[in-house]
């Protein structure tokens, strides 16, 4: 029984002479992978695609094909893609946010993100908290928080700097309160000033050179006692070593995550005239079941994950 669908199948020139010269068909691979059968990763290595293959997560295995010689086969999360390469061939490629998002537009709302499936039940909490009238989502991306917030009747306005982004999130925002605009966080915000009663930024931050000015554009559109919402990669799972990043055929994207800690974001928000109302720290085990295999649930359960600050704007 096929687990999965393999998609559009690709293979590097390297993987193709190298299967020409051992003979071994590449059909009966990919029947094995999509079969579940992957008899060159040990016991670990095999529970966990197996747990990936049943919960829509990148599944990547290697199968050796001649003597010293391996096969690594690896298919998509949504399954749109299967690529074929030599182990070596694998590449970690950096790039800069707006290049990786550009990327990653389509795919980011079919790719489960344990991120966002830890930190939007939280945030989505606090908003229905708020009941904000004018809401400024900053760094807005698809637009979940602004379609949702634009389905309650809110009125919203919603910049990126990624017009992949905003050409999805123009598609699903058809016939709301919704407003978009191409900006960068990095700028100064296209508003006036105290133009807002709320601010959320989620999952954005961390991507930023400029905390200070950023926070301070925010305060600046806010009206006295409007409320900050923001999220962010912790401090901690970057400083582990975690980056947000995307798989590629053949490749891991990774895009920029600053290295402050989480003491810089309290800081900065109270250095720019916010009052921190709540500080979350959310962690591995916060995330819903089905987005980590089990045994890394087990190893990093502990482990900060997701930041959340609501900050209010002093008077």
């Known amino acids: 029984m ?44 095999q529970q966990e695609n197996r747990f990936r293959a049943e919960h829509g997560l990148l599944v990547m295995a290697q199968y050796a094909i001649a003597d010293d010689n391996m096969l690594l086969i690896m298919t998509a999360a949504d399954r749109s893609w299967t690529h074929v390469l030599l182990p070596h061939e694998f590449q970690r490629v950096e790039m800069s946010a707006l290049e990786g998002y550009a990327y990653w537009a389509e795919r980011y709302d079919r790719d489960p993100n344990p991120l966002i499936a830890a930190e939007e039940p939280v945030i989505s909490q606090r ?39 905003l050409a999805l999130l123009l598609c699903h925002s058809q016939h709301l309160p919704v407003t978009l605009l191409r900006a960068s966080l990095e700028a100064p915000l296209p508003f ?27 305060k600046r559109v806010l009206r006295p006692g409007g409320d900050c919402l923001i999220s962010v990669f912790h401090p901690d799972a970057i400083a582990f070593g975690w980056r947000a990043s995307v798989h590629a055929p053949g490749m891991i994207l990774r895009m920029p995550n600053d290295s402050r800690t989480r003491n810089d974001y309290v800081e900065t928000f109270n250095a720019c005239d916010f009052s921190i109302a709540e500080v979350i720290d959310l962690r591995v085990r916060d995330t819903p079941p089905g987005y980590f295999p089990p045994a890394f649930h087990e190893q990093n359960n502990d482990l900060n994950f997701c930041l959340i600050i609501h900050a209010v704007s002093t008077k």
């Not at 979940?144 to 917030?149: E, F, N, V």
């Not at 000033?193 to 554009?217: G, I, P």
């Open 127 to 165: 908003l229905a908290a708020i009941t904000p009238q004018y809401v400024l989502d900053a760094g807005t991306g698809t637009g979940r928080y602004a379609i949702a917030l634009g389905k309650q009747g809110v009125s919203v306005v919603g910049i990126d700097q990624s017009p992949e982004m």
């Open 192 to 218: 006036t000033d105290q133009q807002f009663d709320c601010v959320v930024s989620a999952l954005v931050l961390s991507h930023l050179h400029d905390l200070t000015f950023t926070v301070s554009e925010f």
């Open 2 to 45: 096929q687990l999965f669908e393999i998609g559009h199948l690709t293979i590097s020139d390297g993987a193709e002479q190298a299967l020409a010269e051992s003979g071994v068909s590449l059909d009966s691979l990919l029947e094995q992978h999509q079969r579940g059968i992957w008899p060159d990763e040990d016991k670990s290595g």
